[in-house]
């Protein structure tokens, strides 16, 4: 029987990981990327247990990948203590470790064995469409792909939402500053740090050897005017809050702000009509603030529950319409609750006074600990797991993909 054809739009970490997935699963896959090349833009990313969890059912070696991380220390920005996460307890509570790692080097890891020729790049999409017999790609060059399945994975910015009437993302009034920087020594290579102040919020995150992901936090409005040198405002802002900050600022230029800022958006999951053969997943679905580090990792739990909503039609083409509507909808389901939750918390405003920031200092760290551990384990759906199928179908598919000898330099 023939595979399902699957078209992913967005070759990123969600589309990435959706497509290899459902390559093991033994489903006939191709990634369309507007981009002329598969370089990655950004810094680095959070994995936390969960995500590493959905890595290694993906069969992704991150062994060495970035920097595994022990603590999460908060203060304020004048110098007063409020919470540590113990990260290794989460990590023995949950299973899993927790690393920061470089963007690049992630999508690296994820294309490692990726079959080259199932990624086209250079296709911006122009339109997509529900048919009869499926879905139908149309692209700005001209040309179209037709397949069984649609899947928007284009970020937060998706050509494919905006086509299907998902409501455009939302400003929460606030933006990151943000980048990778190299420091010939970082003092706890082990501890994430993160400065809470008034008027802004900074986080100074190790991402293995000398790179060290940054990020400033400030106000953000539409009518935004970027400053001449953007470099003196972010540091007449957040100069003094600690020796390390101080050091970061002395060592960036204008040039490591080129890129930023980056505005925070927040959109919820859209609700597709009953019968499409089109779903969203990462960024593409529920674009939120990056106050708990959880882009990558919600993409990642996109992927492990759209490949469980997905298990039952590894049959083959004949599975109908309806089944396999009836699955993508049980997909958008199943991640709405926990996401909308997750949203409304990272959208809260961090940055607070200093005498509302004293009572939050009274919270134990064994409590911040455990708050932290009961949120991810929520977020988690520990109860879904991925089987393994035994076919020839998914065997052959599975060879080719691990034999492949094409590797697709990031």
Known sequence: MKALRVLVVGAGVGGISIARGLLRDGYDV?????????????GAVTIWPSGSMVLEQ???????????????????????????????????RLGGPVRMVPRRVLLDRLLEGFPAERIRCNSAVAAVLDTPAGVRVEFEDGSCAEGDLLIGADGLHSAV??????????????????????????????????????????????????????WFDLRWSPDFVRPEHPIEAIRSSFAGWSELVDHVLATLTDDDLAASPFPHFRHPIPRL???????????????????????????????????EALSGLRQ???????????????????????????????????????????????????????????????????????????????????????????????
């Open 58 to 92: 993906l069969g992704v070696d991150m062994d060495g990948a970035g920097q595994l991380l022990s603590t999460v220390r908060i203060a304020t920005s004048t110098g007063r203590p409020l919470v540590n996460i113990a990260v290794d307890t989460i990590v023995d």
């Open 316 to 410: 083959g083409r004949d599975c109908g319409n309806g089944e396999l509507a009836s699955a993508l909808r049980w997909y958008e389901k199943t991640r709405r609750r926990r996401l909308t939750v997750l949203s409304w918390v990272t959208s809260r405003q961090i940055s607070q006074s200093q005498s509302v920031l004293k009572w939050v200092a009274l919270i134990s760290d064994s409590f911040g600990t455990w708050t932290m551990t009961a949120f991810l384990r929520w977020l988690s759906h520990r109860r879904i797991s991925v089987s393994k199928v035994d076919s020839p179908l998914v065997g052959a598919i599975t060879a080719a993909v691990q034999s492949s000898a094409v590797k697709i330099m990031v």
């Open 273 to 307: 009509p009953r019968l499409s053969a089109m779903t969203l997943l990462g960024d593409a679905a529920h674009a939120m603030p990056p106050a708990l580090a959880q882009g990558a990792n919600q993409a990642l739990l996109d992927t492990m529950v759209l490949r």
């Open 30 to 42: 191709t990634v369309f990327e507007r981009r002329p090349d598969m370089r990655p833009g950004g």
């Open 161 to 214: 939402r905006r086509t299907v009437g998902g409501e455009p993302a939302k400003p929460t009034g606030w933006c990151s500053w943000q980048g990778l920087c190299t420091l010939e020594h970082i003092p706890e290579s082990k501890v994430a740090v993160q400065i809470i102040g008034e008027h802004g919020n900074l986080g100074l995150w190790p991402a293995g050897g000398s790179d060290l992901q940054w």
